[in-house]
Structure formats: structure tokens, C-alpha cells
């Protein structure tokens, strides 16, 4: 009887920690080459047109309080910036356990976690647990002065590998049924490129003729915030995770984004998407997202790539359809399909249209970060 105690408690052990985690992609690590001229540590948002308006935008934002992230109603018309939320794609103070997923993988990953993993880690832990101590107590040389010296029992051997066995593949069944949804993307509706550099993102998307690159935004009282860098506000997101220019995409639109770097390795990281990329130098890794809340979305770079590391966030942006086609006529773009110069072209009313211009110039913030070379 004791080996069996002993026999189930060894094999139960054996069991618990592997496979309690959905690893994000396993990247293969390439060779770094030399990182070409970047900006330099800690500015690289130089200073660089004199006649930039000065932050007329962080101001309006600042009075315009932060907390609620109502979708604007308006069906076409022009493109507003969506305050960040206070419980919304951002870490959560005293939260425990995974952010709130709003992704269809994200919300298989998190329950499979939360609702089968988790649980099943805690009854085999509280059930080995539970059998040391019995043995300890019930066995112990005062009360059980003259052991046992059976060495086999061919059930009892049956059971501890069977049990396991059975354990393993209940758990290898859902998380591989996992990793095939993962690894299946459906047809992308949006495609974006994205680029870690040393220390800031930039993004491209293709289809649409729109690139950027996005600085994290400094606090108001930084003292390394240059004069024409718009500081950040709470409309904005976060301290350290807010950015000048966020990635914008349709809301309930499959979103590919291929994932690249520059200089050294970089990880795209959206915790809210399950999504969790590395970006090699020379390599492109293919990861997608189908966002069906409109909302703010934070994430940071997760490989550790140099001194500025921590300050090289990402926020996503979800809007309606509308909204997105907006926005990327504000950033000079177009949609796939439509004629090249068509910006304000979906706003049926002379007012939609007559705004389009003013909002295209809040949106492109002239006043911050970064410099027109930042990447060269
Ligand atoms: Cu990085």
C-alpha cells in the first residue's frame, strides 16, 4: 500500500508542470546583423522642423477627459482618435491572471487555460499533497513499526501509467487543437507589416499606401521631452505604454501582420490579442488578429533588445469599418479597390469633408517624436 502511495504521488509529479503553458511561436533565432545608424538612445525623436505647430493636440486630448472609450456613432465622416480605457487592453493594477481576451484565440487560449488547465494543475497538486502527508503520518516508523518489502504488484503499476498516460492526452487534445486554429488563418482582410527597430516600431500596410513609424510618448515633466514632442495624456493610454502613433484596424476584420526587424530581435506583443511574435532581423513571421471589440490596445516589445527596450510600446486601435477607412484617408492612404485619390470620398456630406483635412492634420501630430529618417 505504501508503494502505491509513494508510486502515485512520484508519477503525479512527474505530470504537473509540463504543458501548462500555450508557448507563443517558437521563432528560430538568426543572426543579428550590425544595427545600421539609428537614432540615438533616448532621442531618437530629434528635433526637426522649426515651424511645427507646438502639441495644439495633447492639450484638446488633455481636456477632453479620458476614461470612457465610447465609439464615436457616426457612421462615415472623419476619423477620431478613441480614448484608451482604464480596464481595456491595458494592465490592470491587482488583476490576477490573464487579460482579458478579445481575440477568438485568445478566448480558446485563456480558457483552456482558466477552465481545464489551472484546475487540473490544482487537483493533481492538492492530490500529491494530500498523499505525502497521508504517507508521512499513516506510515511513519511509530506507527508502522515493520514495512512492507513487496516490490511489485502489476495492478497497482498498470494504474501509474496509465492514469498519467490519460492526463497527458487530455491535455495534448485541446491545446494541439489550439495550436491548429492558431496556425490556420483565415484570408486576411488587412495586411501590416511590422518593423522593431532600436527602440520604436514602425508599420506599413501595403494594401493601403499607409506607413508610420510610432514613439512611445513622454510624460509631461520628462525632462528628455523635447519642446516639440506632445507629451502624454490619459486619452493617450498608459505612462510607458502610450504612443504617438497608433496601428488602426477594422474591428471583426481578420488582421495578418508580418513581423520583421531591423537591427537586433524584437517581439511584437499584444497580450489583449494573444499575440506574441518574435521580429527577426532578415526574417518575416506571419501571426494575424480578428478583433471584434472596438477599444485601445497595449503591448510592448518582449525580447530584451537594448538599453531602450522597455520604451518601445505598441497600441492597436479598433474601430468600425468606417472609422478605419477615415483614418486611412487621413494618413494619404487608400483603400484597396478604391480610386488612388480618393480620400474623403465615402463622406457623402460637404461637412465630412470639410473636417477631413483638420482631423488628417490632428492625426498626423507633426509636433512629436520622431524625425522623417528616423529609420535611415
Ligand atoms: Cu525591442
Redesign the pocket.
Known amino acids: 500500500m505504501r508503494l502505491i502511495g509513494w508510486a502515485i504521488a512520484l508519477a503525479a509529479a512527474g505530470l504537473t508542470p509540463a504543458a501548462a503553458q500555450t508557448p507563443p511561436a517558437a521563432a528560430p533565432a538568426a543572426a543579428a546583423p550590425a544595427p545600421s545608424a539609428t537614432p540615438p538612445g533616448g532621442t531618437a525623436q530629434n528635433a526637426v522642423q522649426a515651424d511645427a505647430p507646438t502639441a495644439p493636440v495633447s492639450e484638446q486630448s488633455a481636456a477632453a477627459g479620458p476614461t470612457t472609450m465610447a465609439t464615436p456613432p457616426n457612421s462615415l465622416g472623419a476619423y477620431k482618435e478613441t480614448p484608451a480605457a482604464k480596464d481595456l487592453g491595458v494592465p490592470i493594477l491587482g488583476r490576477k491572471g490573464i487579460q482579458e481576451q478579445v481575440t477568438p484565440i485568445g478566448e480558446e487560449a485563456a480558457s483552456f487555460h482558466n477552465n481545464w488547465l489551472l484546475p487540473l494543475c490544482a487537483i493533481i497538486s492538492v492530490f500529491v499533497l494530500g498523499l505525502l502527508l497521508w504517507t508521512m503520518i499513516r506510515y511513519r516508523r511509530g506507527a508502522n513499526p515493520t514495512p512492507s518489502r513487496n516490490s511489485h504488484n502489476t495492478a497497482v503499476e498498470v494504474i501509474w501509467t496509465l492514469v498519467p498516460v490519460l492526463i497527458l492526452v487530455a491535455i495534448a487534445i485541446p491545446s494541439i487543437r489550439l495550436l491548429r486554429h492558431q496556425y490556420t488563418p483565415p484570408p486576411a482582410d488587412v495586411t501590416i507589416k511590422v518593423t522593431?527597430h532600436?527602440?520604436y516600431w514602425s508599420y506599413e500596410y501595403p494594401d493601403h499606401g499607409v506607413n508610420f513609424d510610432s514613439y512611445m510618448l513622454k510624460e509631461a515633466n520628462d525632462p528628455t521631452r523635447q519642446p516639440n514632442q506632445r507629451a502624454r495624456t490619459d486619452a493617450d493610454g498608459p505612462p510607458l505604454l502610450a504612443v504617438d502613433q497608433r496601428i488602426v484596424i477594422p474591428q471583426g476584420k481578420v488582421v495578418k501582420f508580418l513581423v520583421t526587424?531591423d537591427d537586433?530581435?524584437?517581439?511584437f506583443a499584444v497580450p489583449a490579442f494573444w499575440l506574441k511574435m518574435d521580429?527577426n532581423p532578415g526574417q518575416l513571421h506571419e501571426t494575424w488578429a480578428k478583433v471584434d471589440k472596438p477599444g485601445v490596445y497595449f503591448g510592448q516589445?518582449?525580447?530584451?533588445?537594448?538599453a531602450r527596450?522597455a520604451f518601445?510600446p505598441i497600441a492597436v486601435e479598433v474601430v468600425p469599418q468606417a472609422q478605419f477607412a477615415a483614418w486611412v484617408a487621413s494618413k494619404g492612404g487608400a483603400m484597396p479597390g478604391s480610386k488612388p485619390a480618393a480620400a474623403p470620398a465615402a463622406a457623402p456630406s460637404t461637412e465630412a469633408a470639410a473636417t477631413a483635412p483638420n482631423t488628417a492634420a490632428a492625426i498626423e501630430q507633426p509636433a512629436t517624436n520622431q524625425p522623417a529618417t528616423a529609420q535611415n
Open positions: 522593431g532600436q527602440w526587424a537586433v530581435i524584437h517581439s521580429a516589445c518582449s525580447e530584451l533588445c537594448g527596450h518601445m
